[in-house]
């Protein structure tokens, strides 16, 4: 990279991060001028990289996406080609962000914010249906994705309520998530 | 009841009702003077039953958390005296609000908005802990209970990110979890 295109790339960072925290705390009614403020770059800046606010709100879904996907991408073990590989990476994943005590609140508030928005919410509903396609092509039944992949959801969002959940608590439900992908059958006998 | 009994209890209804609405569309921001508006009750009536707004608020935790409570009670099979019928009850009570089309998304983002203010956020945790004791002491392993619960939730929150589950895969949910609680055993070693 050049030196122009590498600080072009960093200010766009710097605006999505900022994006982020400022829709976490005022909301979806944010303005783009505390986006610049918090990003440390001036309205001029972040117009010559997102002409609009649902330029920069779209650019943020996508990123938090993509970046989940990398997380993703990072758990999964090289050395497993096993069916599952993937559901396994995505717990591991989901886990992680639990146990690094990273604001899951936080996160799961903005995404929510973000998904309500009506030009988003299609956007995040495509991105989570691929996800969902994408995992239900990883080799194992049907009903172990759907139970894990909501349970991750379940563990995720419970801190919203419940507070931080027991260590042991955490590292026993991750066990077992990661357990389930290892069969590939059906758990139980559906109609 | 007498008649003046039984105005109280229909204007405290009414305005728990609106504080629900109201908290909803405000945030956690909301006056009590918008309360009283939405409830149709003067301020002065609303000061009677409640005598600030963090009463308000409580009263509309514990409500919600009874709400809940009395809609898992009227599910459990009466004819029901297996292990798990409790948990089984907590699955339809769940099931049946998002299959009613119940705004899951306004109801979670209520609890949400409740369970973040400081003076809320403690109350909240403990009913979800009771609820969490109550349900491990269903007869079911300590497994099943998390995973049913966790996915119990992961399912109350999945239309915020990804809109409507489709009816077949809601009912296919339902059916797995129903019958993940038939079984009392771990449903896999750990170590």
């Known amino acids: 990279m050049t030196g122009q295109i590498r600080d072009a790339a960093r200010t766009r960072r710097a605006l999505l991060d900022a994006a982020a925290r400022s829709v976490g705390v005022h909301g979806a009614g944010v303005t783009l001028d505390v986006v610049a403020r918090e990003a440390g770059v001036s309205k001029g800046g972040l117009m010559h990289h997102f002409g609009s606010k649902d330029e920069l709100l779209t650019a943020l879904v996508d990123d938090l996406f993509e970046e989940f996907a990398r997380a993703v991408q990072e758990q999964v073990d090289p050395d497993d080609d096993a069916p599952g590989k993937l559901l396994r990476g995505y717990v591991r994943a989901t886990f992680?962000?639990?146990?690094?005590?990273?604001?899951?609140?936080?996160?799961?508030?903005?995404?929510?914010?973000?998904?309500?928005?009506?030009?988003?919410?299609?956007?995040?509903?495509?991105?989570?249906?691929?996800?969902?396609?994408?995992?239900?092509?990883?080799?194992?039944?049907?009903?172990?994705?759907?139970?894990?992949?909501?349970?991750?959801?379940?563990?995720?969002?419970?801190?919203?309520?419940e507070g931080a959940i027991e260590p042991d608590e955490l590292a026993d439900t991750r066990e077992l998530l990661l357990r389930l992908t290892r069969d590939t059958g059906p758990l139980v006998e559906l109609l």
């Open 96 to 161: 992680d962000e639990l146990e690094r005590g990273s604001d899951a609140v936080e996160q799961t508030t903005l995404m929510a914010t973000l998904s309500s928005l009506p030009g988003l919410a299609r956007r995040s509903q495509d991105r989570y249906r691929r996800w969902n396609e994408t995992l239900a092509g990883d080799g194992v039944d049907r009903q172990r994705v759907l139970l894990v992949l909501r349970a991750c959801d379940g563990v995720s969002i419970a801190p919203l309520f």
